[in-house]
């Protein structure tokens, strides 16, 4: 008899750790240098259009489950779901037999099916088949159960976890299998809020809208030695600072206790942000992978991507997820860490054929996920050139592009057809990339060189740009590394905690001779410095809002370039407030 896939890595009792206390250092593949066994966040999916004005893509609210020996990945109104052998390369499957169009799909394996709900719907589905799209209703509820998420224990138990709102707290049901998923009995999970003790639920861009209630919504669980870890997402889902806490029980319906190191989950910098609402999943190796919900929010609230980050249950059994660069290269396999490809390209000089006013070139090497370059046409031969400001090794390049003027609804038919070129002198060009025939549909197009190659200047010209838009990029991201040395070895920083409110804290450091930026790191242990913020532009202090009153915390600065990175060994502690 086949193990019911949701059950046997949801329920397993351990991980294969991987390197968050160090910010994760650069990784070797464990077969030799696998250079296209590498990914890079946003998740190159071809996100459907929403079918209402103003034109824009969305995926949220993932919930990834192994089924088959396959990944499928079912999130928010996106007409269908996907599915992979390998996380890399992703199928769509399109079905009309349940709710496609709306919010917060949650998924779970029994007995060799796969049983889906929806965050607005009464019915429960189920299909042995998900390859074909179909899909019959195994149960109705009777009510809906807001962002809910099914989980089966190991005792062959369900239960339905769910909530999502700016006032109350999340709620567990117990739901009977064998008469209709009714429920049996419930609980609230008062532990699921508490802003005012804990800075991350606070809402704003840098936790700063103390006045403003949070949502408290996306919830998730896994079991881990015995244990119920209930991971719930705050503060919304239009901030960079949307991540993942997690509550511990050792009852399924609880009592919960809050674990001090949440936001376990959390990107608040870099080019693309947001790390919550998730699902985290023991993949075919048995190593935990968690899919996040990550923010634009530009053309609307809800425009959304969603990023693929390794995570792990340390030796003290706390949850982690590294996010550390979290939107450069990584291994898929391996210790799953940075490939040590750094950025190249980040406010280089940039020319362009031409520019619609309001987005200019720079925009396109800002290393800002929410403001784009575009050109005024989509006509052929529109370029956009990136001047590296010396010859480089050049290894892959992830082209973003932004839909500016787009006018499609639902699903695009095609894509973007383009070519990229390298130079050492400006003026002789040599193909790099030729997508001037094929065009799928890739809005984050991630390509891995075959080899290295020397460059200085990078061009995109433009062959044609579907859905109506002008050709547009928010940013082509050249990866790669210097002729260079990774910065100086930063010194002990200072770090001091706001005494009229312990969420808020000031970490400052001296300059590193050879940075370019750097990044702060801090946790609840030394031996665990999982949150981090990216800090740019010769910047050398940084205000911190999303702590936990009445925790210590460990902090530390690492100092990067294009060279490599450089981590802090120095540690400063911030004291209980």
């Not at 709102?165 to 739901?175: F, G, P, T």
């Not at 995570?311 to 706390?318: L, P, Y």
Request: one cysteine or more; glycine letters at 8%; hydrophobic letters at 35%.
């Amino acid at each position: 008899m086949m193990t019911s896939p949701r059950r046997e890595f949801r329920t397993a009792a351990s991980a294969l750790l991987f390197c968050v206390a160090s910010g994760c250092a650069i990784a070797q593949s464990p077969n030799g240098f696998a250079r296209h066994n590498t990914y890079c966040n946003p998740m190159n999916l071809p996100y459907r259009f929403r079918l209402e004005t103003p034109s824009r893509r969305e995926a949220a609210d993932p919930t990834l489950v192994v089924f088959h020996n396959e990944y499928w990945l079912f999130p928010s109104k996106s007409g269908g779901y996907w599915h992979s052998k390998d996380l890399l390369q992703w199928s769509f499957v399109k079905s009309a037999d349940y709710d496609v169009e709306d919010y917060a799909p949650t998924a779970i394996v029994i007995k060799n099916r796969i049983y889906l709900t929806t965050g607005s719907s009464h019915k429960l589905y189920v299909t042995d088949d998900p390859a074909q799209g179909k899909w019959s209703e195994a149960a109705d509820f009777g009510r809906s159960y807001g962002d809910p998420d099914l989980f089966l224990d190991d005792d062959h138990k369900v239960y339905m976890y769910y909530g999502v709102s700016s006032k109350e707290s999340l709620h567990v049901a117990e739901l009977d299998p064998d008469h209709g998923f009714q429920v049996k009995n419930t609980a609230d999970i008062p532990s699921s809020r508490d802003p005012h003790n804990r800075g991350w639920e606070v809402p704003g861009d840098e936790n700063e809208q103390v006045k403003k209630e949070p949502y408290i919504e996306g919830s998730w669980v896994n079991k881990h030695d015995g244990k119920y870890f209930l991971q719930y997402a705050s503060p919304g889902t239009q901030f960079k600072t949307y991540g993942d806490g997690v509550l511990v029980a050792k009852d399924p319906m609880g009592p919960f206790v809050y674990a001090t190191n949440s936001p376990f989950s959390f990107k608040p910098t870099g080019f693309i942000t947001g790390a919550g609402h998730s699902s985290t999943t023991f993949g075919l190796d048995g190593r935990l992978w968690h899919v996040a919900t990550m923010t634009i929010s530009v053309r609307h609230m809800f425009e959304r991507r969603l990023g693929l980050f390794p995570a792990s249950f340390t030796a003290n059994g706390e949850l982690v997820t590294d996010t550390y660069l979290g939107d450069y290269p990584h291994f898929i396999s391996g210790d799953r860490g940075l490939v040590g490809w750094m950025l190249l390209s980040r406010k280089k000089p940039v020319t362009a054929s031409s520019v619609l006013e309001g987005h200019e070139a720079e925009k396109a090497v800002d290393e800002d996920v929410r403001t784009w370059w575009s050109a005024k046409t989509p006509n052929l031969g529109e370029w956009l050139k990136v001047d590296l400001g010396a010859p480089k090794a050049v290894q892959a390049i992830q082209v973003n592009f932004a839909d500016e003027g787009s006018t499609t609804l639902g699903r695009s038919t095609e894509g973007y057809r383009y070519v990229l070129e390298s130079s050492e002198d400006n003026v002789r060009w040599t193909p790099l990339i030729d997508k001037s025939k094929r065009g799928e549909d890739a809005p984050h197009d991630y390509i891995v060189l075959p080899r290295a190659h020397r460059a200085r200047f990078i061009r995109i010209r433009n062959v044609y740009s579907p859905n109506g838009a002008n050709f547009s990029i928010s940013d082509l991201r050249v990866f790669g590394t210097g002729d260079g040395r990774p910065p100086a070895q930063p010194l002990q920083p200072r770090a001091s905690v706001d005494p009229a409110d312990g969420r808020h804290a000031t970490i400052d450091w001296q300059p590193v001779a050879g940075s370019e930026f750097y990044i702060v790191r801090l946790g609840t242990s030394p031996k665990n410095l999982s949150e981090n913020y990216q800090v740019y532009d010769g910047a050398t202090s940084l205000d911190i809002r999303s702590l936990n009153r009445n925790v210590t915390y460990y902090v530390t600065v690492d100092a990067i370039n294009e060279n490599g990175v450089t981590h802090g060994t120095a540690i400063a502690t911030l004291f209980k407030q």
